[in-house]
């Protein structure tokens, strides 16, 4: 979709629709109240009959209004002025976009960014429509013979802001929306794929054609060169798939030579059986998604890339199956992991932490100034904080800080957890340095205070994903989180948020 930014009047527009917001009860935005005075009070005497009160997410669309220019007028419910927030302003973006993608308007005229959102920048506002909008008219059909077809499909927003001065500075948010609707487009295309094609090797491919597309550094280490790193806890997880194991390092270099990276480690399991701790039958097609921390964290590298964004960036991606099979690893086993810590795996579908510990300790040689890792953990993060807040784990509260101002900020939540020494108890085992897993109790903290074992030579955080990753039931798919979180963390870090 082609995006633009303008300033002017809505009774001006020369568009297929002009889109404006009513506050309920009946309450006309700024941008309505022009509309109408041109109208000769049309739009009023329309609200004042009871066709449109201004409920959130309503919609209603209007032909030939007077003293217009435009083909169209879409009223967009806002709900109650006083309750205007974030989500009420994504909310209404997403209804616009969504009326205006199934009503054959080619192009849209949108005013709702001049509707007050608690004090948010014309910047923020526009960024964060871009993003709604991009997200709302996303498919993921390539596997379909016949595809959904829609009859005339929005090509073209303008969102219109109300000061001429506050220009140049939306049409870098408009960059940087664009960006990160790209970025999570591929996070969500990655992830959609099914297991038999989105294998470690493809993710590999992947991460080169990204390289070469958007002069990114990458290596990718095979499963020798893991072993003779010390790789063998990561390893372990691969025994018992044909697909072999693949660790792929992305680095994106905008910023001065001496200066330290952000690395970020995604869990890349492409297809999750459990192992030999099976899982049961029920919803496992959706252990294609256990993936979602490596797609994030891609999708998060071709954003920064498409922005040039003068920071350092590294992505480091270990990539496996966890599947069944004569050589699989077995409840019981102990490995070795490339720090030298010893783990008894007492149950193979605690597999994403036997990967990312090795990554983790892989990290440091690169110095860095802080990492984040990203994963679908544990089912216990869900049961915690549902579908809503990422569960955000971290070895220093400054760090916790930025990623939850991040958060709330890109309208993708994150929640601070505990990760007391307390919990490190449950992780005790009699025969090797610790236990693959901590009991039946706190399943996300003693998840997270395993990894944290492997992080102490520096600043480190972690996102538990598992909820917030992808959708089950009739709207099925990826989301693309965490990739707006992290993106407003490096866009704040680079000094280049508005």
């Given at each position: 979709m082609e995006f633009s930014i303008k300033s002017g009047s809505p009774e001006k527009q020369r568009s297929a629709c002009v889109v404006v917001g009513i506050f309920e009860p009946r309450k006309l935005t700024l941008a309505a109240e022009l509309l109408d005075n041109a109208a000769h009070n049309h739009l009023s005497?329309?609200?004042?009959?009871?066709?449109?009160?201004?409920?959130?997410?309503?919609?209603?669309?209007?032909?030939?209004?007077?003293?217009?220019?435009?083909?169209?007028?879409?009223?967009?419910?806002?709900?109650?002025?006083?309750?205007?927030?974030?989500?009420?302003?994504?909310?209404?973006i997403r209804s616009a976009v969504r009326t205006l993608n199934e009503t054959g308007s080619f192009d849209g005229t949108v005013f709702l960014t001049e509707t007050s959102v608690r004090k948010r920048s014309?910047?923020?506002?526009?960024?964060?429509?871009?993003?709604?909008?991009?997200?709302?008219?996303?498919?993921?059909?390539?596997?379909?013979?016949?595809?959904?077809?829609?009859?005339?499909?929005?090509r073209k927003l303008t969102f219109v802001i109300d000061r001429r001065n506050e220009l140049a500075g939306a049409e870098e948010a408009l960059?940087?929306?664009?960006?990160?609707?790209?970025?999570?487009?591929?996070?969500?295309?990655?992830?959609?794929?099914?297991?038999?094609v989105c294998t470690p090797a493809f993710l590999a491919e992947t991460a080169q054609k990204m390289a070469s597309e958007h002069k990114l550094e990458c290596q990718i280490l095979e499963r020798d060169e893991m072993a003779a790193l010390g790789m063998h806890s990561?390893?372990?997880?691969?025994?018992?798939?044909?697909?072999?194991?693949?660790?792929?390092?992305?680095?994106h270099k905008g910023g001065k030579n001496d200066d330290k990276p952000v690395v970020l480690v995604g869990k890349g399991i492409t297809f999750d059986s459990g192992g030999i701790s099976l899982k049961p039958a029920p919803e496992m097609d959706e252990m294609k998604y256990d993936m979602c921390g490596a797609a994030g964290v891609l999708g998060t590298i071709k954003a920064a890339a498409l922005m040039k964004l003068p920071i350092n960036l590294t992505v480091i991606v270990p990539s496996s199956e966890n599947m069944p099979g004569g050589a699989a690893t077995r409840p019981g086993d102990i490995v070795t992991s490339m720090s030298g810590q010893t783990i008894e795996i007492l149950n193979t579908d605690a597999e994403g932490r036997l990967i990312l510990c090795d990554a983790l300790t892989y990290a440091?040689?690169?110095?860095?100034?802080?990492?984040i890792d990203v994963a679908t953990l544990t089912g216990a993060c869900v049961i915690a904080l549902g579908h809503v807040a990422t569960g955000l784990f971290a070895?220093?509260?400054?760090?916790?800080?930025?990623?939850?101002?991040?958060?709330?900020?890109?309208?993708?939540?994150?929640?601070?957890?505990?990760?007391?020494d307390d919990y490190q108890e449950l992780l005790k085992s009699p025969f090797a340095d610790m236990a693959n897993i901590g009991g039946r109790w706190g399943g996300s903290?003693?998840?997270?205070?395993?990894?944290?074992?492997?992080?102490?030579?520096?600043?480190?955080?972690?996102?538990?994903?598992?909820?917030?990753?992808?959708?089950?039931?009739?709207?099925?798919g990826a989301t693309g989180r965490p990739v707006p979180l992290l993106m407003h963390y490096l866009l704040k870090?680079?000094?280049?948020?508005?």
């Open positions: 005497d329309i609200i004042r009959r009871g066709d449109m009160e201004g409920k959130a997410g309503s919609t209603l669309l209007l032909h030939n209004v007077p003293g217009t220019l435009c083909d169209r007028v879409l009223l967009v419910g806002l709900g109650k002025e006083k309750e205007f927030g974030d989500k009420a302003y994504c909310d209404a014309s910047a923020w506002r526009v960024r964060q429509a871009t993003m709604v909008a991009q997200e709302t008219v996303y498919r993921f059909d390539q596997f379909k013979s016949k595809k959904d077809k829609v009859r005339r499909p929005l960059h940087q929306g664009q960006a990160i609707a790209e970025g999570m487009a591929l996070a969500k295309n990655l992830a959609n794929l099914p297991g038999n990561l390893l372990s997880v691969a025994k018992g798939s044909r697909q072999p194991p693949k660790l792929i390092v992305l680095q440091a040689r690169f110095q860095p100034e802080t990492v070895n220093n509260e400054t760090l916790a800080r930025e990623l939850v101002h991040a958060g709330d900020d890109a309208h993708d939540r994150a929640w601070q957890m505990p990760l007391w903290i003693t998840a997270a205070c395993f990894l944290a074992r492997f992080t102490r030579k520096y600043v480190w955080a972690h996102l538990d994903i598992a909820g917030t990753a992808w959708k089950s039931g009739t709207d099925k870090r680079a000094g280049k948020l508005n």
